[in-house]
């Protein structure tokens, strides 16, 4: 059973925000959110992840609803390099990060 | 940076061939993973080890072995190739604590005719 759902393709001009959401209507109070994204051709790359209050590092903005049952990555300043499929992920950070990949979005960010 | 390298970006092998692919890390982690990635269906975690001589099944083991001898490496093994297993192979490793950060190598396509 799939944990989260997220659109399968989204389109964003270059230079504004992209916003990409999550449902994870399932999620149990020890799993955390994590994003990660796969640029064609490479592996995976980590963006952020978090539990409870929204983070931000110098990648991206994570903000999850108070009931924890959606989420939102947002690149503040989209770029073409940020052309990728998405991946959100809740697991429990059980010390083996044995995190499970779904199908992600496939973020198209055009001039 | 942490670097995770693979050894071969892409190979072709035949049926029933034996399999060797590498991946070497040179953060001293300890907890080391093998994914194999296919379209519609995501990344699909095969085995992890979270120590020298240590392993443990991931969700699709069959067909599949792998080798921790040291820390740095983790080797996975096909030891006689099907065309089911054409796919991409994503080694990753997470440091301690773990923080669920994932670093990935860049893959090894392989393809088995």
């Known amino acids: 059973d799939a944990k989260t759902t997220q659109p399968p393709s989204m389109d964003c001009a270059e230079g504004r925000a992209a916003n990409l959401p999550c449902n994870h209507s399932?999620?149990?109070?020890?799993?955390?959110v994590y994003w990660y994204r796969q640029i064609h051709s490479q592996g995976p790359q980590y963006i952020i992840h978090?539990?409870?209050n929204n983070e931000t590092n110098e990648m991206a903005s994570l903000i999850i609803t108070e009931d924890r049952k959606s989420s939102t990555l947002i690149l503040p300043h989209a770029t073409l390099r940020d052309t990728a499929v998405y991946y959100c992920?809740?697991?429990?950070?059980?010390?083996?990060?044995?995190?499970?990949f779904g199908k992600g979005t496939m973020l198209l960010v055009s001039p | 940076d942490v670097k995770v390298t693979q050894s071969s970006r892409y190979l072709v092998k035949r049926t029933g061939e034996k399999v060797f692919l590498e991946c070497v890390q040179d953060?001293?982690?300890?907890?080391m993973f093998w994914y194999r990635q296919d379209p519609g269906l995501g990344l699909r975690l095969i085995y992890f080890?979270?120590?020298?001589?240590?392993?443990e099944k991931g969700d699709i083991p069959e067909g599949y072995s792998v080798s921790r001898e040291k820390k740095e490496r983790f080797s996975l093994i096909l030891e006689s190739a099907s065309t089911n297993q054409t796919s991409m192979y994503l080694c990753?490793?997470?440091?301690?604590?773990?923080?669920?950060?994932?670093?990935f190598g860049e893959g090894s396509r392989l393809t088995v005719l």
């Open positions: 992920i809740v697991a429990v950070n059980s010390g083996y990060s044995t995190l499970t």
């Open positions: 399932t999620i149990s109070g020890n799993e955390y």
């Open positions: 978090g539990l409870k």
């Open positions: 953060m001293d982690h300890e907890n």
């Open positions: 080890s979270y120590d020298v001589k240590m392993k």
């Open positions: 990753a490793t997470v440091g301690q604590p773990d923080t669920g950060e994932l670093f």
